[in-house]
């Protein structure tokens, strides 16, 4: 079973102050994806990541998917109230074609203080 | 109305009754999804629908019974549920079903089994 495990669970910060959530597992993905979730709301797509190594940059939002494809970060600089909500990273397995299968982390819930 | 829509938000319902969820998209996609999210564990994908016809159950309980009348409605029949299986219950469009293509989520279904 491939699991993504997310830390930390919960982190409850002071606007202004950076961050970062973490996502690992011990399998390869083929890409990664960064959602968020607002309370009430469905999880909105943030950033996929593709290639091992790569680094997006989403204003004050920056991914990081690791070297060897198996683990990525979400950086974010100077939080703000806004950025309140569920982080949630997914993985794309590598079965190929339509059998690829979307893994969901298991989330961490930011409060942003204002 | 815009992309994708649940109904009810919230329901409460015994273990003996039957209710349904309804989920319609209005994105012109081809799959659609029904994912269960509970507390403290990883979004877990239930069923998958791609042109009307189901690709995935996940070992799913027979107490949930999906239908997918045409690529833009999805249902979820409940009946005799158990007070686990309260949750929120989100549903999914993608253009393709590839893990590729963005899934665009719903605000969900409230469910409380009491």
């Known amino acids: 079973t491939q699991l993504l495990e997310q830390s930390p669970q919960f982190l409850s910060i002071q606007e202004g102050e950076n961050l970062t959530v973490y996502c690992n597992s011990s399998s390869v993905f083929s890409s990664l994806q960064w959602y968020r979730q607002e309370p009430g709301e469905g999880p909105v797509l943030l950033v996929t990541v593709v290639t091992g190594g790569e680094v997006k940059k989403l204003k004050r939002l920056t991914f990081q998917f690791g070297d060897a494809r198996k683990d990525s970060s979400l950086h974010i600089t100077a939080a703000q109230p806004g950025d309140t909500g569920l982080y949630l990273c997914a993985g794309v397995t590598l079965s190929g074609g339509a059998t690829n299968k979307l893994i969901f982390g298991t989330g961490t819930l930011l409060a942003v203080q204002p | 109305e815009t992309g994708v829509t649940q109904t009810p938000r919230h329901l409460v319902m015994g273990m003996t009754n039957k209710k349904s969820l309804k989920c319609e998209q209005h994105?012109?996609?081809?799959?659609m999804y029904w994912y269960k999210q509970s507390a403290k564990k990883p979004l877990e994908l239930m069923f998958v629908?791609?042109?009307?016809?189901?690709?995935e159950n996940n070992s799913v309980p027979s107490r949930f019974s999906p239908e997918c009348p045409n690529s833009s409605h999805l249902f979820l029949h409940l009946h005799t549920l158990q007070p686990e299986d309260s949750a929120l219950y989100l549903c999914?469009?993608?253009?393709?079903?590839?893990?590729?293509?963005?899934?665009?989520f719903g605000p969900g279904t409230r469910l409380t089994v009491t």
């Open positions: 994105l012109g996609h081809n799959a």
């Open positions: 629908y791609n042109f009307k016809e189901q690709t």
């Open positions: 999914a469009s993608s253009q393709e079903l590839d893990p590729f293509y963005e899934q665009y």
